[in-house]
């Protein structure tokens, strides 16, 4: 049957009908619905692990025990995962193993626009690059056969507008395939020096047979039009390079994005009179054309930075583009804002009045930097707040440590925060570290983690404690603080900060928009009470807004968490009606 | 030929449902079909951009500027903001609901006024409702969505039960007769 699926749900449905038995993954938008929609199939073995690291060390463990395996993740997590994928490379597999990297160009929801096909190149692992939906799905059916065929994992490089664009998918039924059997094979699995030696050749032998596979191959094809120009493209910039020239110009379209093939590209190169290279950020196959000799265009014209569309493309390799009708008129903004009743608000309005130096981390916390707020001056990658506030305060002593916190979240923490907490327990710098503890991996979209209690199906799983955590790495000090609560917060961080020793706060209430999580009747402006102060607006809850000289509350959006109720000197924010 | 229908509002006011239901839709009427959503980050009350696509064969999945046959818009401001994406001879379906962005509730700017005359004034053909009111009127303000698709279904050549089977196929069971009326409330027809 045809149905519309997004990218990422057709590539689960690929996994699903390859045999695929074992998935572990970190979510990461935009890969984080290709593990959920696994997780839909019971004859799949599905798991949030705590970082992507791990994740492919689960999925590298099912595949050598010879069940087919997958680990999904967000480019950087490939950051993460990195280790065990270098060397992975060298192991090769037993049954197939899939790696799903879903890059952002464009930085839709993510930190940089890194290009992943370079962990690829770097790793020498074979990476597909589908352009649609249906490519998702036929792709990850192929990379389990490609990944047994070349004793290799696989990488496939989504990207935002395929892994979150629907199209149309013929699915098919799930074929089940043998357990391969484990065999004991030390000069294979056991990577240390005499035996990586040998492997290392093993790996080029791979690429150079992986490079005649590119040649042939059916991710790779030669559509034919016009000579003029030809083009040389792959994942969405295929779509795009389709819309704007149709017939108008000849196209090599790349499926196997690493390796490249060599003679595909000069045979292609011969028969069109012009060519140029449209891909997303870095020039990876414009540089490996320049290797081979071609005289291209590409980034001498398209932009390394940011997505690219079909105007684009069109205004930049002098094709016209549509005229459109403009408004004269200055449009406010509408950035991502904290939700009303975010259990955030209340801890960073603390730690804004306190005026601390707050260094912070990944997820929907990392909003606490924009305004009215503005009360987070860092954030790197997942888990970086603990870790460098430990360098801030040892580089400046008292002074760092009287006002300086790390905000990070419970998945966040569960993922790389533990680690550099054990660096604070062991080397000692008197940091203030706040676990933001929402229960729930919030900003991709509530999923469970391992402070949660419960598993990716929604059933009861092993829940670790975070305060017996803490204080098992050796912190005495470790409070618990309802982020409701301003009062109890302020005490608490100010507390914290003076103390002479590391301590921990876990801000704890579960996230908002979670569903068991019962709201109170929305607060409403009594306006004979209220003076117009402000004082409520400097929450910067979207709930509140000042109509003429009096603060409003949307009641469709109040939850009556009452933070700001505690910041009214007048009792002009009351439950219920006016 | 291409048609491009863009739906845009404010995250989490259930433009997701409208664009599954146009998927249902136009798949179901025999069409190659393209949506494109943005998750993540954007959906925390930021702008929020769905693109449909339908024809023939599609290939890109997004609309850009100059692009769009519709744009149906949650949000005034919103409507407004993404002007330049209508294609000559275009129309914007709108719901005139005013949400105020932080840059406006923190005073830093101002919403702008007389947008959908403004929008007239460049010479767009602007067809704008109170759909919350509609969608209240049909039982829950949460089906501003459906209201819109029911104005939309105006303009378009597919009879209104093959509307109704998709919304069907879109939202709960026990949902299904507010949806029905808050879509005949939009179409004009209830």
């Known amino acids: 049957m045809k149905q519309l699926m997004l990218g990422n749900q057709a590539l689960a449905r690929g996994l699903y009908e390859a045999g695929c038995s074992v998935v572990s993954s970190y979510p990461g938008t935009p890969s984080t619905e290709v593990t959920e929609e696994a997780a839909k199939y019971d004859e ?31 480019h950087v997590g490939l950051n993460v995962a990195a280790d065990p994928l270098f060397t992975c490379s060298y192991t090769g597999v037993n049954a197939g193993m899939v790696i799903c990297v879903a890059d952002d160009a464009g930085m839709h929801s993510s930190q ?15 990476m597909l690059e589908p352009s649609d939906s249906g490519e998702a799905y036929e792709f990850a059916k192929q990379a389990f056969k490609l990944s047994e065929e070349f004793d290799t994992p696989v990488i496939i490089k989504m990207c935002t507008r395929v892994a979150h664009s629907q199209s149309i998918v013929e699915a098919g039924v799930r074929e089940e395939v043998d ?35 590119a040649e042939n191959c059916a991710f790779n094809r030669v559509e034919m039009g016009d000579t003029k120009l030809g083009i040389i493209t792959s994942s969405t910039s295929y779509q795009y390079v389709k819309e704007v020239f149709g017939e108008k110009a000849s196209i090599l379209k790349l499926g196997l994005i690493n390796p490249l093939p060599e003679k595909l590209i000069l045979n292609f190169a011969a028969k069109v009179e012009k060519l140029a290279i449209v891909e997303e950020l870095d020039p990876v196959i414009e540089n490996h054309c320049k290797h081979l000799g071609l005289t291209v265009t590409g980034k001498d014209v398209l932009p390394l930075e940011g997505e690219y569309s079909q105007n684009l493309i069109a205004e930049k390799l002098g094709e016209e583009v549509p005229a459109y009708r403009k408004l004269n008129e200055t449009m406010p ?8 009743g975010c259990p955030h608000r209340g801890l960073f309005y603390i730690l804004s009045k306190n005026q601390c130096t707050v260094l912070g981390d990944i997820g929907c916390y990392t909003l606490g930097a924009v305004a009215p707020l503005n009360a987070m001056e860092m954030t790197l990658c997942m888990g970086a707040s603990v870790s460098s506030i430990h360098g801030f305060n040892k580089a400046l002593g008292e002074a760092g440590e009287e006002k300086t916190v790390a905000v990070i979240g419970d998945s966040t923490f569960m993922h790389s925060g533990m680690t550099g907490l054990a660096n604070i327990a062991y080397n000692q710098s008197n940091s203030t570290v706040i676990i933001l503890d929402n229960s729930i991996t919030g900003m991709t979209g509530h999923q469970q983690n391992p402070t949660t209690g419960y598993n990716i199906k929604g059933d009861p799983a092993g829940k670790i404690d975070l305060e017996s955590l803490c204080r098992a790495m050796g912190f005495g000090r470790v409070a618990v603080i309802d982020p409701y609560d301003l009062e109890e917060c302020d005490r608490v961080v100010k507390e914290e900060l003076a103390a002479k020793e590391p301590s921990v706060i ?19 402006v009594k306006e004979d009470r209220c003076v117009g102060c402000k004082s409520c607006m400097r929450l910067g809850c979207p709930a509140i807004s000042m109509k003429g000289k009096k603060a409003a509350i949307d009641n469709t959006l109040c939850v009556g968490c009452k933070v700001c109720q505690q910041l009214c000197k007048f009792d002009a924010l009351q439950p219920g009606e006016v | 030929m291409t048609k491009n ?27 190659d079909v ?13 702008s929020v951009v769905t693109y449909v696509r339908f024809g023939e064969k599609v290939y890109s999945p997004i609309i850009d500027k100059g692009e769009a046959d519709f744009i149906v818009s949650f949000e005034k401001l919103e409507a407004a903001r993404y002007v330049e994406y209508l294609k000559e001879g275009g129309r914007i379906v709108t719901n005139t609901q005013e949400i105020d962005p932080m840059p406006v509730i923190t005073g830093a700017a101002v919403y702008p006024d007389n947008l959908i005359e403004k ?35 105006k303009y378009f050549d597919i009879p209104v039960e093959k509307w109704q089977q998709a919304i069907e196929e879109c939202v709960p069971a026990k949902f299904a007769a507010l949806n029905h009326q808050a879509f005949l409330l939009g179409r004009g027809d209830a």
């Open chain 1, 44 to 74: 799949i073995y599905c798991e949030w692990a705590p970082n992507e690291k791990v994740a492919m060390e689960v999925a590298f463990g099912a595949s050598l025990a010879g069940k087919r395996s997958f680990c999904g993740m967000k």
């Open chain 1, 506 to 524: 876990i801000s704890r209430r579960p996230c908002a928009l979670l569903k068991y999580v019962k709201h109170s009747a929305p607060l409403a």
């Open chain 1, 112 to 126: 940089n626009e890194q290009d992943s096909r370079h962990h690829a190149i770097a790793s020498k692992v074979p």
């Open chain 1, 179 to 213: 357990t391969i059997p484990y065999e004991k094979n030390i000069a294979k699995y056991v990577m240390m020096p005499g035996n990586a030696i040998r492997r290392h050749p093993v790996v080029e032998e791979r690429t150079r047979k992986l490079i005649q596979y």
């Open chain 2, 119 to 153: 929008m007239q004034g460049i010479g767009i053909a602007v067809d704008a409702m109170d759909c919350l009111s509609l969608a209240e009127e049909a039982g829950s303000a949460k089906a501003v969505n459906i209201v819109l698709m029911g104005r939309l279904s």
């Open chain 2, 34 to 46: 393209k949506v494109s959503e943005v998750h993540g980050m954007s959906q925390r009350g930021g």
């Open chain 1, 333 to 340: 903004g509408r950035p991502p804002v904290m939700c009303a």
């Open chain 2, 5 to 31: 229908i863009m739906i845009v509002g404010v995250g989490g006011q259930g433009s997701l449902l409208a664009s599954k239901l146009l998927g249902h839709l136009l798949l179901s009427e025999g069409y």
